[in-house]
């Protein structure tokens, strides 16, 4: 099984027909209320491809709460949220303007109330499972608790180190993650240099492989996937489809990587099924909306 330690937002995101100016009120086309934040997105990934995937995070106690906790429920992931009083559950405020492009205003809320200690009282959790996936928008000294509570049961601990800006994490803390897997932007963080090819990417690779665990998965995008974990190296260049939309991409791959690892496949054979899962989540709209199931990964890939 797998479980996710991480954020956990509503999405309100407004169509526009045209962007508006400072002091200016303009009415919108469209808006969608959704369930998001990197954790619960690879929370719903991992459950729509087959994992028992349970989600730990936090939220408020106003009504997007219940709204986050229902939408985690319906997906068949086992939510198990700390209800913060007098505390925001987290929001996007996403705007998406006539020619696609987007802003997007977040409000983190109970997400940076996430506590070592409420980690520690999900320690049973955290010890029944096979995988522990963690992402960078909760507090770090939160993410290590779990980190270490995952280890001391035998769990394999997966560090997803999105979104960007990524703090130029020292050894000390990459030394607490199996797996790290950077985008390339990230990679660039840690690094100092960014991939853009598959052969930087397999360098990067190298080079995070001996701070963490056992090694690092750096995504590149329509490029494709290099890795380096332990013996275990390789790349391989993405499936060629028609992108629409790469919101979430790195989520599926992520809830998809974790989902297959747990389940015992090969780092190759779990890598070349995320990328699959991945590819086709960027020809559809929307963040969880986007994320694919097993049976349609099944079916033949669009190009
Ligand atoms: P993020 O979404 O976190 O920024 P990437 O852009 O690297 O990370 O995307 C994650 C993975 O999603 C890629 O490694 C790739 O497998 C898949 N992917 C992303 N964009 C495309 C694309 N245009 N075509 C095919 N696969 C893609």
């Not at 989600?55 to 986050?68: K, P, S, W, Y």
């Not at 996430?114 to 928008?137: F, H, K, W, Y």
Request: proline share 5%; charged share 20%.
């Amino acid at each position: 099984s797998v479980t996710v330690v991480g954020s956990i937002n509503i999405d309100l995101t407004s169509y526009l027909d045209r962007w508006p100016n400072v002091g200016e009120t303009i009415a919108v086309r469209e808006t969608v209320s959704s369930l998001g934040g990197k954790g619960a997105n690879q929370a719903v990934a991992a459950a729509r491809l087959g994992a028992r995937a349970t989600f730990i995070g936090a939220v408020g106690t106003d009504g997007f709460a219940q709204q986050a906790a229902g939408e985690l429920r319906r997906e068949g992931v086992g939510a198990l949220l700390a209800e913060l009083a007098e505390t925001a559950t987290g929001l996007a405020f996403i705007d998406v303007g006539p020619e696609g492009g987007n802003m997007i205003r977040l409000a983190g809320g109970a997400n940076h109330k996430l506590t070592p200690a409420d980690i520690r009282a999900q320690a049973d959790v955290l010890a029944a499972c096979d995988v522990v996936l963690l992402q960078n928008e909760i507090g770090l000294e939160t993410s290590l608790e779990a980190a270490r509570l995952a280890h001391a049961a035998g769990a394999l601990v997966i560090m997803d180190p999105a979104p960007a800006p990524v703090p130029a994490w020292p050894r000390d803390v990459l030394q607490n993650f199996d797996i790290i897997t950077p985008n390339a932007h990230e990679a660039g963080g840690l690094l100092g240099w960014e991939p853009k090819m598959l052969d930087e990417g397999r360098e990067a690779a190298k080079v995070l492989r001996d701070f963490c665990r056992i090694g690092a998965i750096v995504t590149l995008g329509e490029k494709g996937v290099a890795w380096e974990l332990g013996d275990d190296v390789g790349s391989l260049p993405a499936p060629k489809v028609k992108a629409i939309d790469t919101v979430a991409a790195g989520d599926c791959f992520n809830g998809a990587l974790a989902t297959r690892l747990s389940l015992g496949e090969s780092p190759k054979e779990a890598i070349a099924f995320a990328m699959r899962a991945a590819a086709l989540a960027t020809t559809r709209k929307g963040a969880a909306s986007s994320l694919p199931t097993l049976e349609e990964l099944e079916a033949p890939l669009k190009s």
